[in-house]
């Protein structure tokens, strides 16, 4: 019945055992409760698990490759994914926010004269004119970290990675954020410099690794995101990305906005509907013939095998319903849909518990439902 679902696919050189991947997720948990949650995902039947923002510098949140505990902690992960017949793949990303302008925000954060939401619109607003006043010798050696945080990310365990298209790459790339006047800066043919940079670091250090690429595109009339590219720029950072080295796209929606736009809600105006993001891979599948992700509110399976049957996508990211319930794949491959725990896409313990720093989790498992 699922034939598309449950059939392997060659992600631009890495075998799937089938066409399911759990997206990258920032968890907020403690690293040995991420571990075992990632463990109880993996054992649930999905192909891959894409670790999220997997620092490409010394420093960053959660744990890094260049430290021994960190890269232990990403070993014992990949061991246990391993395991369980999941392949990894780690997101590497370059944190965009102006720390200064972070710690000027703090002591209003922490009298509650700024409320987190609203830290977070202070971020954003900062992100253009610290990426355009980033010196060129400082850009030209974040984009070179990327590729021996690939070799490390090799080194660990992990089998793919993906360059992160909307933290510092999305800012680049982004007309909105980006007013530099060198080559970095301009129009889309120099705006796409720093994320090709980072991809040529990568297949330079790991010349066999795939190189996944998670494209973020920025919506306009109305406006929807603040990162990443418009529709109409596509046709330039696609080809350009692909000679690169990118073996594959992750497409969805561009980020610096309001977080319920990205991780939207079953009653958001605009993305409350399933695959709420795949006519953004319709743009992305008429420029290239590498395989590409679809991610947005997907549960149902019927839907996301007629998406894979027609070629529209090749494969589906999931985060909140294999969070909801990890076993979707092995209950669709054992013809036991009838049996999945449904995201209702509420998004009260999953982007609640995240905004409340107490970590992701699932109203099924909060007996909030």
């Given at each position: 019945?699922?034939?598309?679902?449950?059939?392997?696919?060659?992600?631009?050189?890495?075998?799937?055992?089938?066409?399911?991947?759990?997206?990258?997720?920032?968890?907020?948990?403690?690293?040995?409760?991420?571990?075992?949650?990632?463990?109880?995902?993996?054992?649930?039947?999905?192909?891959?698990?894409?670790?999220?923002?997997?620092?490409?510098?010394?420093?960053?949140?959660?744990?890094?490759?260049?430290?021994?505990?960190?890269?232990?902690?990403?070993?014992?992960?990949?061991?246990?994914?391993?395991?369980?017949?999941?392949?990894?793949?780690?997101?590497?990303?370059?944190?965009?926010?102006?720390?200064?302008?972070?710690?000027?925000?703090?002591?209003?954060?922490?009298?509650?004269?700024?409320?987190?939401?609203?830290?977070?619109?202070?971020?954003?607003?900062?992100?253009?004119?610290?990426?355009?006043?980033?010196?060129?010798?400082?850009?030209?050696?974040i984009t070179r970290s990327f590729g021996p945080a690939a070799a490390l990310a090799r080194q660990a365990g992990f089998d793919m990675v993906q360059v992160h298209g909307d933290r510092m790459c999305g800012s680049f790339s982004s007309s909105l954020f980006n007013h530099r006047t060198d080559g970095y800066g301009g129009g889309p043919e120099e705006r796409?410099?720093?994320?090709?940079?980072?991809?040529?670091?990568?297949?330079?250090?790991?010349?066999?690794?795939?190189?996944?690429?998670?494209?973020?595109?920025?919506?306009?009339?109305?406006?929807?995101?603040?990162?990443?590219?418009?529709?109409?720029?596509?046709?330039?950072?696609?080809?350009?990305?692909?000679?690169?080295?990118?073996?594959?796209?992750?497409?969805?929606?561009?980020?610096?906005?309001?977080?319920?736009?990205?991780?939207?809600?079953?009653?958001?105006?605009?993305?409350?509907?399933?695959?709420?993001?795949?006519?953004?891979?319709?743009?992305?599948?008429?420029?290239?013939?590498?395989?590409?992700?679809?991610?947005?509110?997907?549960?149902?399976?019927?839907?996301?095998?007629?998406?894979?049957?027609?070629?529209?996508?090749?494969?589906?990211?999931?985060?909140?319903?294999?969070?909801?319930?990890?076993?979707?794949?092995?209950?669709?491959?054992?013809?036991?849909?009838?049996?999945?725990?449904?995201?209702?896409?509420?998004?009260?313990?999953?982007?609640?518990?995240?905004?409340?720093?107490?970590?992701?989790?699932?109203?099924?498992?909060?007996?909030?439902?």
């Amino acid at each position: 019945m699922y034939q598309y679902l449950t059939s392997p696919l060659d992600y631009g050189g890495l075998t799937l055992k089938n066409r399911v991947i759990f997206a990258p997720t920032t968890l907020g948990l403690p690293p040995e409760t991420q571990l075992e949650r990632l463990r109880a995902i993996a054992a649930g039947g999905c192909a891959m698990i894409i670790v999220g923002d997997v620092p490409v510098g010394k420093g960053g949140f959660g744990p890094s490759l260049y430290h021994r505990k960190g890269f232990d902690w990403f070993r014992r992960l990949a061991d246990a994914v391993h395991e369980e017949g999941c392949m990894l793949c780690a997101q590497l990303h370059q944190f965009d926010a102006d720390w200064k302008a972070m710690v000027r925000h703090l002591p209003g954060l922490m009298t509650g004269r700024i409320s987190k939401s609203q830290l977070r619109t202070l971020l954003n607003e900062a992100v253009g004119p610290y990426i355009t006043g980033l010196p060129a010798r400082k850009v030209r050696e974040i984009t070179r970290s990327f590729g021996p945080a690939a070799a490390l990310a090799r080194q660990a365990g992990f089998d793919m990675v993906q360059v992160h298209g909307d933290r510092m790459c999305g800012s680049f790339s982004s007309s909105l954020f980006n007013h530099r006047t060198d080559g970095y800066g301009g129009g889309p043919e120099e705006r796409v410099r720093f994320a090709v940079e980072a991809v040529e670091a990568v297949r330079a250090c790991a010349p066999d690794l795939p190189i996944d690429y998670k494209l973020a595109v920025r919506l306009e009339a109305p406006h929807y995101g603040n990162a990443g590219v418009t529709e109409e720029e596509l046709p330039v950072f696609v080809p350009l990305l692909e000679a690169a080295g990118v073996t594959s796209f992750h497409v969805t929606l561009a980020d610096h906005g309001d977080l319920s736009d990205t991780i939207p809600p079953a009653a958001h105006p605009a993305f409350g509907g399933e695959g709420c993001f795949l006519p953004l891979c319709d743009r992305v599948r008429a420029l290239t013939d590498k395989p590409i992700c679809g991610v947005g509110g997907l549960t149902d399976p019927d839907f996301i095998e007629a998406q894979l049957r027609t070629g529209r996508i090749q494969c589906v990211a999931m985060s909140r319903q294999l969070i909801a319930d990890p076993n979707w794949p092995n209950k669709v491959l054992g013809k036991n849909t009838e049996a999945i725990r449904r995201c209702v896409r509420c998004n009260r313990a999953c982007l609640g518990g995240m905004l409340a720093h107490r970590g992701v989790s699932c109203i099924y498992e909060r007996n909030e439902l």
